[in-house]
């Protein structure tokens, strides 16, 4: 996924993010539906959880909202307005 991230441009994420507290990242529906991550560019380590009854995804499966924002941002075609004749 990290390398994908590449392929459209985005640069690694040396500051790092937080989305999730703790707790919430040991939720297996949490990371499945919105992400472990805010982006797949974060060196994250497994997520590995100290209480073995609540395991959540050891590693991101899909982008998480910043890559979906950068790509979108990075991709989207701007309207330039032009500029109106004077009279
Ligand atoms: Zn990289």
């Known amino acids: 996924?990290?390398?994908?991230?590449h392929?459209?441009?985005?640069?690694?994420?040396?500051?790092a993010s937080q989305l999730h507290t703790?707790?919430?990242i040991q939720d297996p529906v949490l990371g499945a539906?919105?992400?472990?991550t805010?982006?797949?560019?974060?060196y994250t380590i497994p997520n590995?959880?100290?209480?073995?009854?609540?395991?959540g995804l050891f590693f991101d499966i899909k982008?998480?909202?910043y890559d979906k924002w950068a790509i979108q941002y990075?991709?989207?075609?701007?309207r330039m307005k032009r500029k109106k004749k004077q009279p």
């Not at 805010?38 to 974060?42: E, G, N, Q, Y």
């Open 1 to 5: 996924m990290h390398e994908v991230g």
């Open 7 to 15: 392929t459209f441009g985005l640069n690694h994420n040396f500051i």
């Open 22 to 24: 703790p707790q919430e």
């Open 33 to 36: 539906t919105i992400g472990l």
């Open 38 to 42: 805010a982006s797949v560019m974060d």
């Open 48 to 55: 590995i959880s100290p209480d073995k009854t609540k395991q």
């Open 63 to 65: 982008p998480g909202p």
């Open 74 to 78: 990075g991709y989207t075609k701007f």
